[in-house]
């Protein structure tokens, strides 16, 4: 009998589910990170983090059935994600990750993951003032 994933380990979809719609809670009320979402809505821009998480963590693989392989820095490309746009994404994501209350370990693996995926996608510096 196979481990479980990390994904199954933590609670699944409902935990993915809240993490991802607390992040955007934060996004909403921010507005220099607010204008990196294009989408009058932020409910496809949730859909589509939950779902590439949950596959990430090993759940299920519907980011990559509707929307082929991750490619996260070239999806980005055509935003100016900056050290300061990267640093007000972790605020929002590590509170949402505050509200899981995910065993330590969990808790551990999942801000380590989420703190170097936020610094590999910085592809601008920020502007001159």
Sequence with gaps: MSEASFYDQVGGAPVFARLVHEFYRGVADDPPLRDLYPEEDLGPAEDRLRMFLEQ????????????GHPRLRMRHVHYAVTPTQRDRWLHHMLAAVDTLALEEGQDATMREYLVRAAAFMINADEPLI
């Design 56 to 67: 990430y963590w090993g759940g299920p693989k519907t980011y990559q059935e509707q929307r």
